[in-house]
């Protein structure tokens, strides 16, 4: 018989010997919550394929920013829910919409004790559910989809948003929005770009959350989940337009593009924990089939392994409450 040398067991004897040696750590300050608030409600709503998320009033949404902030945790991430969609997604730029009022009030509520990023895209406010203006074949048209962007994006800088998200995967958004941003006094607003952001069965559960229309598809705009090269070359295209920090999404299913985006770039890479993850980990929570907690800060741990700088996460607050600052 032959016994080993090397012995790895022996870094895992203690709970101090582990922790010793962690190479990833959370921390919530790399943690994002997006918050949902609908326009014309008095009560929080909650959203059934979401266990725990709610769609917000203005009122519970400054409470819930406020305890996030407390938590430590390092962003929030607003997404307006309209009374009325319309044809061409107005909401989504009125100095008043939903979007620009819950940015003002959280930016008010919070201080600069945490980043307040509005996500730029039309698909909450149009009554077709697209992300941008149609064109005559029924596809989202690129270039006046931009114009729409830039204005968005403006609107929420000017409500108060202290980083701007554009998620709708337009070729030359990041361009776009810099530009307008830029000739509007806002040159100090940085871009958190959705850069290589697929097209994912996973965002079922947030369409519910906004209430969404959609009856086609994003395949024409978001990437398949077939190819790893585009992420790249859809990143790359992101930080030469200006982008600031990018972005991947989903985030589980595609930790490998987090890597290869990581090695790649140098701004912060920031990797999207969507609706389809999180509900999968709750509904098998709740029927015992999976230790919740454990789950949770498994999840997030492979996301920042892979090289993941931060983590956007609906356990993004209850996780920081959990976590020594
Ligand atoms: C677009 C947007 C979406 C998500 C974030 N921003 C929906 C989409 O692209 O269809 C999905 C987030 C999630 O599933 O948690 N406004």
Redesign the pocket.
Known sequence: MSFPVDRPRRLRRTPALRGLVAETRLHPAELVQ?LFVREGIKEPRPITCMPGQVQHTRDSLRKAAAAAAQAGVGGL?I?GIPEVKDRDGRGAWDPDGITQQALADVAEEVGDATVVIG?V????FTEHGH?GVLGPDGDVDNDATLLAYADVAVAQADAGAHVV?P???MDGQVAAIRAALDGCGHERVPILA?AA?YD?A??????D??E?R?KGA?STH?QDPANRREALREVLLDVEEGADMVMV??AGLYLDVVREVADTVHVPVFA???????AAIEAAAAQGWLLRERAIRESLTAIRRAGADSV?T?WATEVAEQLPR
């Open positions: 997006p991430l997404f996500d895209n039309l698909d909450e992300v998200a998620s709708g995967m959705y952001k994912s996973f965002y079922g559960p947030f369409r959350a906004v969404s959609l994003r978001q999404k989903p999207y924990q969507v609706s389809g993850e999180y956007i609906y």
